[in-house]
């Protein structure tokens, strides 16, 4: 029952933006910590930002000061604003919701619920 749809990718130049994001349905949204993960074809998948229930936010150290989290409760959405974009930022991205523990905010494994991802390609 529980539906994580993303939406909002596509293909920018370096230096470009782009807005994520990740209607949630099928259970209490605001109870959750929700999160974005991503993935590039031969690499692990990694977290890059998480915000949990009460709005506190982590974001990947590769990821700081270009990424804002943002959640919206009343829709039931979260976001991804994705700033100063570059070539390493490409990767199917992920939205996730879960209880993580707070010490493992970006670990995938702490994460219960997830959608079917949306491709981001920035060229150089």
């Known amino acids: 029952q529980v539906q994580l749809v993303e939406s909002g990718g596509g293909s920018v130049q370096s230096g470009g933006s782009l807005r994520l994001s990740c209607a949630a349905s099928?259970?209490?949204?605001?109870?959750?910590?929700m999160a974005w993960f991503r993935q590039a074809p031969g690499k692990e998948r990694e977290g890059v930002a998480a915000?949990?229930?009460?709005?506190?936010?982590t974001y990947a150290e590769s990821v700081k000061g270009r990424f804002t989290i943002v959640r919206d409760n009343d829709k039931g959405t979260l976001y991804l604003q994705m700033n100063s974009l570059k070539p390493e930022d490409t990767a199917m991205y992920y939205c996730?919701?879960?209880?993580?523990?707070?010490?493992?905010?970006?670990?995938?494994?702490?994460?219960?619920?997830w959608g079917q991802g949306t491709q981001v390609t920035v060229s150089s």
């Open positions: 996730a919701a879960g209880v993580p523990r707070w010490y493992l905010r970006l670990h995938q494994d702490e994460y219960r619920y």
């Open positions: 915000m949990d229930s009460d709005g506190s936010t």
């Open positions: 099928g259970y209490t949204y605001g109870v959750y910590c």
